[in-house]
Nanobody, 126 residues
Framework: QVHPVESGGGLVQAGGSLRLSCVASGGKFSDYNMGWFRQAPGKEREFVAAISRNGDDTYYADFVKGRFTISRDNAKNTVPLQMNSLKPEDTAVYYC???????????????????WGQGTQVTVSS
């Protein structure tokens, strides 16, 4: 199994940008859907973005469309999440996850994912 590790979180002002990085190891990276989720204090973990095994398809939650971009580099086992036009409501711990579900092209829900990173904190000030 591939195990994701996130980095790149921090404090940013509203309207600013951050680039999160997910580095995965421990398996054939190109076999896995990869996704980003987030969880704010007291709230359920929610889907943010996902990308297919070969990077040919992506899917985004409505609240990040036009602002966030997920991509992947299968040669480097990385899945960056570029976050622009950040809002205070984007404040959360962001998690990278991997999915070996063979029946989906882009995994969109948490139960489709097998391995999770520890998370990286993103704080957006008003």
């Amino acid at each position: 199994q591939v195990h994701p590790v996130e980095s790149g979180g921090g404090l940013v002002q509203a309207g600013g940008s951050l680039r999160l990085s997910c580095v995965a190891s421990g398996g054939k990276f190109s076999d896995y859907n990869m996704g980003w989720f987030r969880q704010a204090p007291g709230k359920e973990r929610e889907f943010v973005a996902a990308i297919s095994r070969n990077g040919d398809d992506t899917y985004y939650a409505d609240f990040v469309k036009g602002r966030f971009t997920i991509s992947r580099d299968n040669a480097k086992n990385t899945v960056p999440l570029q976050m622009n036009s950040l809002k205070p409501e984007d404040t959360a711990v962001y998690y990278c996850a991997s999915s070996l579900d063979r029946y989906v092209h882009v995994a969109r829900v948490d139960w489709q994912y097998d391995d999770w990173g520890q998370g990286t904190q993103v704080t957006v000030s008003s």
